[in-house]
């Protein structure tokens, strides 16, 4: 898979900046903004908060699925 276009996230069990996230699953928070939940590829969970452009953009790719 194209690592450019997928989600780019900070593992906090490793400390590792810009983590590509895999099995990414992007949902609506309660106040309407965008977080994608997914992994690093070894079993540590990431997350990420997103604006709705790049939520959609990674939807759109097929690099994220749509929670919501």
């Known amino acids: ?3 450019s276009k997928m989600i ?3 593992c906090l069990k490793t400390k590792e900046k810009n983590v ?9 928070t309660s106040r309407g903004g965008y977080i994608a939940n997914g992994n ?3 079993g540590n969970k990431m997350a990420a908060i997103l604006s709705e452009a790049k939520a959609l953009q990674a939807i759109k ?3 994220a699925k749509q929670g919501y």
């Open 8 to 10: 780019k996230a900070y």
């Open 1 to 3: 898979m194209d690592t």
């Open 61 to 63: 790719d097929g690099v």
């Open 20 to 28: 590509p996230m895999q099995d990414a699953v992007i949902t609506r």
């Open 40 to 42: 690093d590829g070894k």
